[in-house]
């Protein structure tokens, strides 16, 4: 009996959070086509979910979080439309991913390496081991950004550093990365995806509506002018103040002072 192929990709709903894991620890975790449909199914779950829980992306295995695109994979893409559909899948893919509604944590260990990197960038909140490195390896490849990586790294780390960083393919420690910007916190190894479990009970707690208003909010700081922005924090705070829960805390004070 032939055995089962292994799941690219590990996904369960938590009491508290979503995971998902990237499956293919044999080859770095890679991203091939497989990989991306399974994310694409992910995502179309995700986005249908009105729960406001967040969501921890990790993987399987202590070394490698993902190396960027599996070149066994990219090999075949032997056309430049081919390469083109392979970018602008995972560009949307990504962009999904940062817009999905849920706040998205990354838990990873050991190395985050080219488009590995790129994901981390979509993710809005990096918890990293002690022990990774991290590296945009594109450009010693002879190649750039493919997956949108590029312009969220000038967003989240600034124009100085991230032409640094991309121009020279260094590889950064996890506390160098922290410094700049790339990563939020960096513990021991053994602790990061309970890190980013605590951290998810604590926003499951909240009212989903408050959590999913301060989503679109961010979302709305990264594309919207100053007086769009002004509107939807504004309206977005009207409409939670008449909602379920802080009406609850108002009655509730209201009748603990008659």
């Not at 002004?230 to 909602?243: A, H, M, N, S, Y």
């Amino acid at each position: 009996m032939k055995s089962r192929p292994q799941k690219p990709l590990l996904f369960e709903k938590l009491d508290y959070a979503y995971l998902l894991q990237f499956n293919r620890p044999a080859v770095h975790n890679a991203v091939n086509d497989v990989m991306m449909q399974a994310l694409e199914a992910v995502l179309d779950k995700l986005e249908a979910a009105k729960d406001g829980l967040p969501v921890i992306i990790s993987h399987v295995g202590n070394k490698t979080f993902c190396a960027g695109g599996d070149l066994k994979y990219f090999s075949s893409l032997d056309t430049p439309e081919k390469c083109r559909i392979m970018s602008l899948r995972m560009q949307s893919i990504l962009d999904r991913l940062e817009n999905c509604g849920h706040f998205v944590i990354l838990a990873a260990k050991g190395q985050i390496l080219g488009g590995g990197c790129e994901i981390l960038t979509a993710c809005h909140y990096a918890i990293v081991a002690d022990n990774s490195q991290l590296s945009f390896r594109q450009a010693p490849n002879g190649i750039i950004t493919g997956w949108g990586g590029g312009r969220r790294l000038i967003r989240k780390i600034g124009r100085a550093n991230a032409l640094r960083l991309t121009l020279s393919g260094e590889r950064l420690s996890a506390e160098a990365a922290q410094r700049i910007g790339l990563a939020e916190e960096v513990i021991p190894i053994d602790e990061v995806l309970e890190r980013a479990k605590t951290l998810c009970i604590a926003i499951a707690d909240n009212d989903p509506n408050a959590v999913r208003g301060f989503l679109e909010l961010e979302k709305g700081y990264r594309s919207f002018s100053d007086e769009r922005l002004i509107t939807l924090e504004t309206d977005t705070f009207v409409r939670l103040w008449e909602g379920n829960t802080f009406q609850t805390i108002l009655n509730r004070f209201r009748e603990g002072n008659k």
